[in-house]
């Protein structure tokens, strides 16, 4: 049985990893988080010590270190975005590895930190990628793997998710601390692009906006128009108030079901960094760069069949 610490413990998927911390017959035996609204933790882990202040937490999580009886192994991470570097560089210190939520970090350059605290203390970061086990995908993966067409695949990717006035007022309306919306719910759509469809070519913004982004990303095997937004007002007009959510992937004017199966994920990628299959710095990579080169983009006209076909009400 490993022990874990969790920080962040308020936050909105904070309960996926407790789940996970629990399903894979582990303890979390301490939680941190400056908010206090917690209680779900009563039907998880009631015995876990809780904090609302730092300093106190990583004193005891510290004190805990001294006695092999109490050590921790690991530290999950599910704070804010722009906290992320400090909160992972503080886990490894304390002599943990570490669990953290995408995105790991904003730039290639916080991401050479990591691995510069990794080889300092001996310990490891991993990125929860989760896409990567979802069993759609895997099955995309290997379709295209092995498939040796010539030409490349034509990939449309939409992803709504309606999100209430609450979260421009939040951290997460904030690109300061997000690093914007791109970022803050496409990361893993960029980084399941990449792990299907190989090396980024090219990467083009046509639109941006605090509540939603659209572009065109060029892939070795794939040419992706992509969308990506918080406002409602966006829905599918078959999906509006049946659902706030509406996730689409087409193929080559296939579409490509996987709006099932989102719920275990964490559970699974927590199995495999148990198992010394996780993914760790390198593997995120690729997608940091990705949101990064969009975040310091202007956005240009799209040129013929590179615009996603959201993109002609976008720009009226």
């Given at each position: 049985?490993?022990?874990?610490?969790?920080?962040?413990?308020?936050?909105?998927?904070?309960?996926?990893?407790?789940?996970?911390?629990?399903?894979?017959?582990?303890?979390?035996?301490?939680?941190?988080?400056?908010?206090?609204?917690?209680?779900?933790?009563?039907?998880?882990?009631?015995?876990?010590?809780?904090?609302?202040?730092?300093?106190?937490?990583?004193?005891?999580?510290?004190?805990?270190?001294?006695?092999?009886?109490?050590?921790?192994?690991?530290?999950?991470?599910?704070?804010?975005?722009?906290?992320?570097?400090?909160?992972?560089?503080?886990?490894?210190?304390?002599?943990?590895?570490?669990?953290?939520?995408?995105?790991?970090?904003?730039?290639?350059?916080?991401?050479?930190?990591?691995?510069?605290?990794?080889?300092?203390?001996?310990?490891?970061?991993?990125?929860?990628?989760?896409?990567?086990?979802?069993?759609?995908?895997?099955?995309?993966?290997?379709?295209?793997?092995?498939?040796?067409?010539?030409?490349?695949?034509?990939?449309?990717?939409?992803?709504?998710?309606?999100?209430?006035?609450?979260?421009?007022?939040?951290?997460?309306?904030?690109?300061?601390?997000?690093?914007?919306?791109?970022?803050?719910?496409?990361?893993?759509?960029?980084?399941?692009?990449?792990?299907?469809?190989?090396?980024?070519?090219?990467?083009?913004?046509?639109?941006?906006?605090?509540?939603?982004?659209?572009?065109?990303?060029?892939?070795?095997?794939?040419?992706?128009?992509?969308?990506?937004?918080?406002?409602?007002?966006?829905?599918?007009?078959?999906?509006?108030?049946?659902?706030?959510?509406?996730?689409?992937i087409t193929i080559d004017d296939e579409e490509i079901e996987f709006s099932k199966g989102f719920t275990d994920l964490h559970t699974i990628s927590y199995q495999e960094i148990l198992a010394g299959r996780g993914y760790g710095l390198n593997d995120a990579r690729h997608c940091i760069e990705t949101v990064n080169t969009i975040r310091s983009t202007s956005p240009t006209v799209a040129k013929a069949k590179e615009g996603h076909p959201f993109l002609p009400i976008l720009i009226k």
């Open positions: 049985m490993k022990k874990f610490v969790l920080i962040g413990a308020a936050g909105y998927i904070a309960p996926r990893h407790m789940k996970a911390i629990t399903e894979t017959n582990n303890e979390l035996t301490v939680a941190y988080d400056i908010n206090d609204s917690v209680g779900i933790i009563d039907s998880i882990s009631p015995q876990s010590e809780f904090f609302t202040e730092f300093e106190r937490f990583y004193d005891y999580a510290h004190r805990l270190q001294r006695n092999s009886a109490t050590k921790l192994d690991y530290v999950a991470i599910c704070s804010p975005n722009y906290l992320h570097l400090s909160h992972i560089t503080a886990g490894l210190r304390l002599g943990c590895d570490v669990v953290c939520e995408k995105p790991l970090v904003p730039t290639l350059e916080q991401l050479d930190e990591l691995a510069l605290v990794e080889k300092e203390t001996g310990k490891k970061v991993y990125n929860i990628l989760q896409l990567r086990h979802h069993q759609a995908i895997l099955a995309l993966k290997e379709k295209v793997a092995h498939n040796n067409r010539a030409d490349k695949y034509d990939v449309v990717l939409t992803y709504i998710t309606s999100r209430g006035k609450w979260y421009m007022e939040s951290w997460k309306g904030d690109p300061r601390k997000s690093f914007g919306v791109a970022t803050n719910i496409g990361v893993h759509f960029f980084d399941m692009l990449h792990f299907i469809f190989g090396k980024l070519e090219k990467n083009k913004l046509h639109y941006t906006d605090e509540q939603k982004a659209a572009g065109y990303l060029e892939y070795e095997k794939a040419r992706v128009r992509w969308f990506l937004s918080i406002d409602a007002k966006d829905l599918p007009e078959a999906v509006k108030g049946k659902q706030t959510t509406y996730r689409s």
